[in-house]
């Protein structure tokens, strides 16, 4: 155990997290994901029982945002709906995104094979035990350090 660490973030997960470069993508998805196929030659790491919001704020504890980028912050659309139209579960955790700085307008719906195609550029993807369909997230990290001197 580490202290101020959530006791979510495993040692592989954590691991993970350290190894991501400044603008990589981080899947976070449902128990219904297709991972192993899209995410093929990516770590995939599971976190049974899990819900969604649970785990973006583990994750969100740790990891910055990308700064750089409009959204840097993306979940797949409902099927059969038109933006701007949340899932109960989409607002719980954009939520919680927003309580570690999210502002609003830096989240964006992206249709469910556009969003297929998102995942196979990431870096990893992290299977949830979430049960709510639609329930995929992408979070694109940013960087900690002093801003730019001039």
């Not at 899209?38 to 740790?62: F, W």
């Not at 750089?68 to 933006?83: L, N, R």
Request: no cysteine.
């Amino acid at each position: 155990m580490l202290k101020g660490i959530d006791p979510l973030l495993s040692p592989e997960l954590l691991k993970l997290l350290a190894e991501m470069g400044h603008d990589d993508a981080l899947v976070l998805t449902d128990a219904n994901f297709t991972a192993m196929s899209l995410g093929a030659g990516k770590t995939v790491l599971r976190l049974p029982g899990v819900g969604m919001a649970r785990t973006v704020k583990a994750v969100a504890s740790v990891l910055p945002l990308a700064a750089d980028v409009p959204q840097p912050v993306a979940y797949m659309q409902v099927g059969g709906t038109e933006a701007p139209y949340r899932s109960a579960l989409q607002r719980e955790t954009l939520a919680v995104l927003s309580a570690e700085g999210l502002m609003e307008g830096q989240a964006e719906a992206v249709e469910r094979f556009a969003f297929y195609e998102r995942v196979k550029q990431a870096y990893a993807i992290v299977v949830t035990g979430e049960l709510q369909p639609w329930g995929n997230f992408i979070l694109r990290k940013g960087v900690i350090g002093d801003t730019l001197r001039t």
